[in-house]
């Protein structure tokens, strides 16, 4: 995506992969969420406001849809950001899947993105991924991982 700045100089803005280097992102160890996602919903967990505003999800996949690895217990973590609009891929607050439940779908250029790995497999953010943040799930609730 391309910005343009008050002189009317472009700039290309990106977002980091590392989800660390976003204001206001959680810790490795910061407890998001219960574990206890049903198959196809999302949990949204936001952290700090304004300029350090950071909104992720927690996504358990639907049934017969690939999840995160194994220590995620299927569940997967994104930033809530579309890597093409920079906007929040929700359509809905927590909804965050196409119709047929397959893809998740950004509501603003109704780019889709694959769950297992946050990968853009349609639109006009192709070949780019979603940014992930790693999680763990241990005792029934949802961690940053280390």
């Not at 909804?95 to 780019?111: M, P, Q, S, V």
Request: proline content about 10%; glycine content about 12%.
């Amino acid at each position: 995506m391309e910005a343009h700045l008050q002189d009317g100089r472009r700039q290309t803005l990106t977002l980091p992969a590392d989800y660390t280097r976003l204001p206001g992102a959680p810790a490795p160890g910061t407890d998001l969420c219960s574990a206890d996602i049903a198959p196809g919903a999302a949990e949204v967990v936001t952290f700090g406001s304004g300029a350090q505003l950071f909104e992720m999800f927690v996504l358990r996949p639907p049934q017969g849809v690939a999840g995160g690895p194994d220590t995620s217990g299927g569940l997967v973590a994104f930033v809530n950001d579309c890597p093409h609009a920079r906007t929040p891929l929700d359509w809905k607050p927590g909804e965050f899947l196409d119709y047929d439940k397959r893809y998740i779908h950004c509501t603003t250029h109704g780019a889709k993105f694959r769950i297992k790995d946050g990968m853009c497999v349609d639109g006009p953010c192709l070949g780019q991924p979603l940014t992930a943040v790693p999680i763990v799930v241990r005792q029934g609730r949802v961690f940053v991982a280390d």
